[in-house]
């Protein structure tokens, strides 16, 4: 196995989600003394279904980093601790979808540099399950090791931290997947100015057999490089309690997203259908209380039918919101109710117009109630059914007026309406 080969296989790098993840770490070979821990933390810009990308704090901790490392010698094993802050953006996301849990895989970017050999490393890993608090920001934790290797050069030797790939699965309290699926979230080391410090650990390896000349002298590298790692905590850390105060102080943001819509509607006494769309529907939601808030737009369509059961009829039906459509999504179920006046501007029987205008219309709103089934993914969309009452007809004229009543009005329509993120 060449060196390049050893050295991927031996790096390891504990990745944590939910939205999160984090180093790798690698140690050359020891002499048995144990450098101090080795501790960075850095913020992460993560994307994030729902609501979008947000900061994210991840505190790494390396446990067991040799302080006189020789080249060509094998080490100990190293622990690794790897603390992330999910926000309470995320959780909010999280808890509209019924997740308690959330659980998954990643593959992390860690760059070694071992006097002058650069390897960019992509190392796969794996997170725990992990319960998903009511509110609020949680920690989610992991721990690894990175397994005996030796490294082959002797001279200064680092290893920095990078961006990290992650795909999650947040799971339902029974253990089946939410509307949202698995997904991925790329993260990226945010850009902050200074520059956040990646530096995770700096030594210099003595050369094989070293002299004692050449371990003291390694001896004051490593002391030296083994404080680095802490005090490279110091800028990092401070930045990460932004993320934290501000995920913990305002409330989450609402959740706007907008869907195409289209779909059809079944007129029971007529038995005939009506075809409805293509439409908008953009939507606010709460993420805190789930409650949902929307604007509904719907264009103008045509209902053909049999007046009497034999006397072709057509008509131009508008469906007109009145108000905003209300509701509520949690648990991964939505339910809305949309108001909407029945207008009929133009009424044709055997192709003659009977009504002509803006007057022929419901009485009242219609009162629609929308439901979703279980798992509705607002990133994707869904279908929403329903039934309603459509109210009496006014203003059609004095005798049509009294016939579209008595051949449309009454309860037991259905509608079905499909949404697509748009």
């Known amino acids: 196995m060449n060196n390049r080969s050893r050295l991927a296989g031996a790096l390891a790098t504990v990745t944590v989600g939910a939205m999160l993840t984090t180093a790798g770490v690698l140690a050359g070979a020891g002499t048995g003394i144990a450098a101090p821990p080795a501790e960075l933390t850095l913020v992460y810009s993560c994307p994030f279904p729902l609501i979008g990308v947000k900061d994210m704090s ?74 998903i608090p009511d509110s609020g920001p949680f920690d989610v934790i992991a721990k690894g090791k990175a397994p005996s290797f030796a490294l082959p050069n002797p001279g200064r030797t680092t290893i920095d931290v990078g961006n990290f790939l992650t795909t999650l699965t947040p799971l339902k309290a029974d253990g089946t997947p939410t509307g949202l699926g698995t997904f991925d979230s790329a993260c990226t080391i945010k850009a902050t100015e200074p520059p956040q410090k990646t530096r995770l650990y700096e030594v210099d390896v003595l050369p094989p057999g070293g002299t004692t000349t050449t371990t003291s002298s390694g001896t004051t590298t490593t002391s030296s490089s083994t404080t680095k790692p802490t005090s490279t905590t110091t800028s990092p850390s401070s930045t990460t309690t932004s993320p934290t105060s501000t995920s913990t102080t305002p409330p989450p943001a609402d959740l706007e997203i907008s869907y195409s819509l289209n779909g059809k509607s079944h007129i029971k006494k007529l038995n005939t259908p009506v075809v409805l769309g293509p439409g908008e529907f953009a939507a606010k939601v709460n993420l805190t209380s789930g409650a949902l808030t929307g604007d509904l737009s719907l264009p103008k369509t045509k209902a053909s039918f049999k007046l009497f059961g034999f006397i072709p009829t057509e008509s131009v039906v508008e469906l007109l919101p009145v108000g905003k459509t ?21 009424i044709r029987i055997w192709g003659i117009p009977v009504v002509l205008g803006n007057t022929c219309q419901t009485t009242k709103p219609a009162d629609i109630a929308l439901n979703s089934g279980p798992n509705f993914n607002p990133m994707v969309g869904g279908t929403l059914t329903g039934d309603y009452e459509i109210p009496a007809f006014a203003g059609c004229g004095a005798f049509i007026t009294d016939v579209v009543s008595a051949v449309t009005s009454g309860p037991g329509n259905t509608i079905s309406l499909d949404l697509k993120k748009a």
């Open 58 to 131: 991840v505190k790494i901790t390396v446990t067991g980093l040799p302080e006189k490392p020789v080249a060509g010698q094998p080490t100990p094993e190293v622990d690794v601790t790897a603390v992330a802050t999910v926000p309470a953006d995320a959780t909010a996301g999280l808890k509209l979808v019924s997740a308690a849990t959330i659980e998954g895989k990643a593959v992390a970017d860690t760059k070694l540099d071992n006097a002058g050999l650069a390897l960019d490393l992509k190392v796969p890993m794996t997170f725990p399950k992990t319960p």
């Open 326 to 346: 209300t509701g509520t999504f949690t648990g991964g179920v939505v339910k809305s109710n949309s108001k909407v006046t029945v207008r009929l501007p133009d």
